[in-house]
C-alpha cells in the first residue's frame, strides 16, 4: 500500500523528516517498508496489519504520528454552501442487520471533467489511474480517510428510490469491469426501484455509472457487515480497495462525513448545487463496549512504571475516551472509537499503550521461571534418526497437515478429522498419511529440474476417535534419480528398492528387537512387486518401496519415486539398541556354500526361520549370494545360493563340528522343499 508523507502533513503539522517519520511510525507498528521518490513526489510503501483497517488511510497514519510527536491533528471539515432545496430522495433498509447505516447526497447541475491537478497529482502517486472529477472524489476520500463511497447517475436510478437488499434468484448485475454477474440471495445488492446497482461493498454497477453526460449525482456512503461483503468478494472473485477495506471493517460514524467530503471536492472542480442536506438512515447503531483498564495491570504487563497522564495521553491521541474512575475497581474506563474495531480488551489497550511508548524504553528482561527444562520423552530416539537420516542423505522437509479427500481415500483406511473452516477443498481435512505431502514436495523439486532428491519429515498424521482425534507420530521418508552421482570412474545408477530398504534396514538396526522381517503385504498405492513391510518383534513398524505406476502417472511423476513410511508410535515401545564393544575374534572363521532349489512360493524369510530355529551358537551369518531364475531351472523355481559363517570365540573350529551343523541345514532347508544341487 503505497502512501504520500506529504498527504499525511496535511492534518499534522510534523517537524521531522520523511525518513525519520518513516522510522517512528514503522517502531510503532505502522510500517513503512520502503521510501520512493524525493520531495513532494516521496511516496510510502506501507505494510499495514489486517486487523487495522483505520490506518491503511492518511488521516489515520496522521493520528498515530499525532500521538507519537504528541501534536494535535487537524479534523476532516468539509465546506459546503448552503443547500438549494430538499431533498427529495428515498433509501430503504430492508437488511438492517447487514447494513445498519446508509446515508447519501444528492448533487445537482455538475459538470464531469478532468480532477483538480491537485487529486489527480495525488492519485497518481498512489498507482490510482484519474478517471473524472466525480470518481476521483470518492478515490481521494477512500485514500484520504479510509471510508469507501460510491457515484451513482441519479438519472438513471429508476424508480427515485433506493433500496439494500438481497439479491433475488436470477437476477443479474453488470458490475464497473463489464462482467455479467449472477446473483444468489447471499449477495447483499444497493438496487433502484426495478433492479440492482450495486455489488454492496464491492463494486458499483455499469449501468448507473459516471459518464460525461451525467449531471445529477447521487453519492452514497454506507457501514455494510464485514462478513457478508467477504464472502460476496471471495463468490465473485472480486477483491476491491473498498472491499478491502469493509471485510475488515469500516468506521461506523463516518459515513455522513465521507459524503459530505465527496460532495466537496465534486463541487469545487464541476460546479453544480447541493440540494437538500444529507439523507441518513440508521436502522441500528453500532456501538462498541467500553473497556475497563486498571494501571496495575498496565505495570504487570510492561514490566514499567508508566504515569497515568501518559496513559491517557496516548490512549487519548489515538481517539479512545479515556474516563478516570472513582471508588470502583478500574483506574479508568476507555471508550473505544468507532474506528477501532480491533480493541475489543485491556489486553488491546495496553498493547496500544505499549507501542506508543515505544517498545525500545522497555528494559530487556527475561520472564521468572522456577524448575528445569525437562526433556521430551522420545527427544533422544528423533535426534537418533534425524542424524542417520541426514548422514543417508536426505534433506529434512515440511509440508501442510491438512490433504484432501480424494487423498484421504488413496492413501489411508483411518476414519478422518474434518476442518470446520477449510481454506480450500484440497485442504478440507487432517492429514491420514505423510504419503501425500511427501509425494507433492518431490513433485514440486522436480518440476523445477531438480532430479535427485531424498527427503525426510517427521510428523503427525490424525485419525477420529469417539469425539476426538488420536495423533500419530510418523516419518515419511522420499527418495528419486540416482543412488550413486556420475563421475569419471563410476556410472550413475538410479536409485532402486534395495537402496531404500538399506535405508530403513539402517534405521531401524538403533532399536532392540528379537525378530525382524520382512513381507510383501503393503497398501494399494506401492508397487506390487517393489515394496514390503518391515515387521518387528510380530508389529509392523514401517513399508516402503516404489510408488505404484498408476499413482505416479496420475500425479505427472516423470521419474520413479520411493517412499518410506515408519511408524514412530509403535517403533518407539522398542528402547535404542546400545552400542558394546566386543573384540575382534582370535579364531579364524569358517564358510560354507549350500546351493538349493526352492519353489517361488518359498520366500528368503522362511528359510532364514528355518535356520534361525537351529539354534546353532557359533552360526555368525547366513545371507543369500546368488539368485538365479530361467535357464535350466524349471519354471515355478529359482536357484539360490546361500552362505553359512561359522566362528568361535573361544577355539578353533574342528572339521566334524562344521560338518555336522552343515548337515542340520540341510536338512532344516530340505524340510522347506528345496532340493539341494549337484
Not at 90 to 97: G, L, Q, S, Y
Not at 203 to 222: C, P, W, Y
Not at 509 to 526: I, N, V
Not at 648 to 653: A, K, M, P, V
Request: aromatic share 8%; proline share 5%.
Amino acid at each position: 500500500m503505497k502512501l504520500s508523507p506529504q498527504w499525511i502533513r496535511d492534518f499534522v503539522e510534523l517537524r521531522v523528516d520523511d525518513r525519520r517519520l518513516a522510522e517512528d511510525l514503522t517502531a510503532a507498528g505502522i510500517a513503512v517498508e520502503a521510501i520512493n521518490g524525493s520531495g513532494e513526489d516521496t511516496v510510502f510503501e506501507m505494510e499495514i496489519g489486517t486487523n487495522r483497517p483505520d490506518a491503511m488511510n492518511h488521516y489515520g497514519v496522521a493520528r498515530e504520528a499525532s500521538a507519537i510527536y504528541d501534536l494535535p491533528l487537524k479534523p476532516v471539515q468539509p465546506k459546503l454552501p448552503a443547500a438549494s432545496s430538499k431533498a427529495e430522495f428515498a433509501i430503504e433498509v430492508a437488511e438492517p442487520d447487514l447494513c445498519p447505516r446508509f446515508t447519501a447526497r444528492v448533487l445537482h447541475g455538475i459538470r464531469i471533467k478532468p480532477s483538480l491537478e491537485k487529486v489527480a497529482r495525488r492519485l497518481s502517486l498512489l498507482d490510482q489511474r484519474p478517471i473524472n472529477n466525480a470518481v476521483d472524489a470518492t478515490n481521494y476520500t477512500l485514500w484520504e480517510m479510509g471510508k469507501p463511497t460510491h457515484a451513482f447517475d441519479l438519472d438513471l436510478l429508476e424508480g427515485g428510490k433506493i433500496m439494500v437488499r438481497r439479491a433475488q434468484e436470477g437476477e443479474t448485475l453488470k458490475t464497473l469491469d463489464g462482467v455479467e454477474r449472477k446473483l444468489t440471495p447471499e449477495d447483499l445488492v444497493v438496487a433502484d426501484a426495478r433492479k440492482p446497482v450495486a455489488l454492496a461493498g464491492v463494486m458499483g454497477g455499469f449501468d448507473t455509472m459516471i459518464t460525461q453526460k451525467t449531471r445529477n449525482v447521487l453519492i452514497e456512503s454506507a457501514w455494510w457487515d464485514p462478513v457478508t461483503i467477504r464472502k460476496s468478494s471471495r463468490r465473485h472473485g472480486l477483491h476491491t480497495d473498498a472491499s478491502h477495506r469493509f471485510e475488515r471493517g469500516a468506521d461506523f460514524e463516518s459515513t455522513a462525513l465521507s459524503c459530505d467530503r465527496v460532495a466537496e471536492l465534486i463541487l469545487e472542480s464541476g460546479g453544480g448545487e447541493l440540494q437538500g442536506g444529507v439523507i441518513d438512515v440508521v436502522a441500528k447503531r453500532v456501538d462498541l463496549a467500553p473497556v475497563a483498564l486498571h494501571i496495575s495491570e498496565v505495570h504487570r504487563i510492561l514490566g514499567a512504571s508508566l504515569e497515568a497522564r501518559e496513559i491517557y495521553r496516548i490512549l487519548s491521541k489515538l481517539g479512545f475516551d479515556v474516563m478516570p474512575e472513582r471508588g470502583g475497581d478500574a483506574d479508568f474506563t476507555v471508550r473505544i472509537p468507532s474506528w477501532r474495531l480491533d480493541v475489543e480488551r485491556e489486553i488491546d489497550l495496553i498493547e496500544e499503550i505499549a507501542r506508543l511508548y515505544g517498545y525500545d524504553k522497555f528494559a530487556n528482561t527475561l520472564p521468572a521461571f522456577a524448575g528445569a527444562v525437562i526433556e521430551r520423552p522420545d527427544a533422544e530416539k528423533d535426534a537418533k534418526l534425524r542424524s542417520f537420516l541426514l548422514g543417508l542423505g536426505y534433506n529434512e522437509a515440511v509440508s501442510l497437515t491438512f490433504i484432501s479427500h480424494e487423498d484421504a481415500e488413496a492413501f489411508s483406511d483411518s476414519p478422518v478429522v474434518e476442518l470446520a473452516n477449510p481454506i480450500s477443498e484440497e485442504a478440507s481435512i487432517m492429514r491420514t498419511s505423510m504419503v501425500p505431502g511427501m509425494l507433492n514436495m518431490l513433485a514440486y523439486n522436480l518440476n523445477r529440474g531438480v532430479d535427485n532428491v531424498r527427503l525426510f519429515e517427521v510428523g503427525h498424521v490424525f485419525q477420529a476417535v469417539d469425539r476426538g482425534a488420536a495423533e500419530l507420530k510418523s516419518i515419511s521418508l522420499g527418495a528419486t534419480g540416482s543412488a550413486i552421482p556420475p563421475s569419471w570412474n563410476q556410472a550413475s545408477r538410479p536409485i532402486s528398492f534395495f537402496d531404500l530398504k538399506g535405508d530403513i534396514e539402517t534405521l531401524l538396526r538403533a532399536f532392540q528387537y528379537d525378530a525382524l522381517c520382512y513381507d510383501s503385504q503393503t497398501p494399494e498405492y506401492y508397487h506390487p512387486g517393489r515394496s514390503s513391510r518391515a515387521v518387528m518383534d510380530g508389529v509392523c513398524v514401517a513399508q516402503f518401496g516404489q510408488i505404484h505406476p498408476e499413482i505416479a502417472a496420475k500425479r505427472k511423476l516423470r521419474q520413479d519415486i520411493y517412499l518410506g513410511e515408519i511408524y514412530l508410535d509403535r517403533l518407539y515401545k522398542h528402547p535404542l539398541r546400545t552400542a558394546r564393544y566386543e573384540a575382534l575374534p582370535r579364531y579364524p572363521a569358517v564358510e560354507r556354500d549350500f546351493s538349493f532349489l526352492f519353489p517361488d512360493s518359498v520366500a528368503f524369510e522362511k528359510i532364514q526361520q528355518a535356520v534361525g530355529a537351529l539354534g546353532l551358537r557359533e552360526l555368525r551369518s547366513f545371507v543369500p549370494v546368488e539368485i538365479f531364475r530361467g535357464g535350466k531351472v524349471p519354471v515355478g523355481k529359482y536357484s539360490i545360493l546361500l552362505r553359512a559363517t561359522f566362528q568361535s570365540g573361544e577355539r578353533t573350529l574342528r572339521e566334524d563340528e562344521v560338518a555336522d551343523w552343515s548337515a542340520q541345514i540341510v536338512k532344516a532347508l530340505e524340510s522347506l522343499g528345496g532340493g539341494q544341487r549337484t
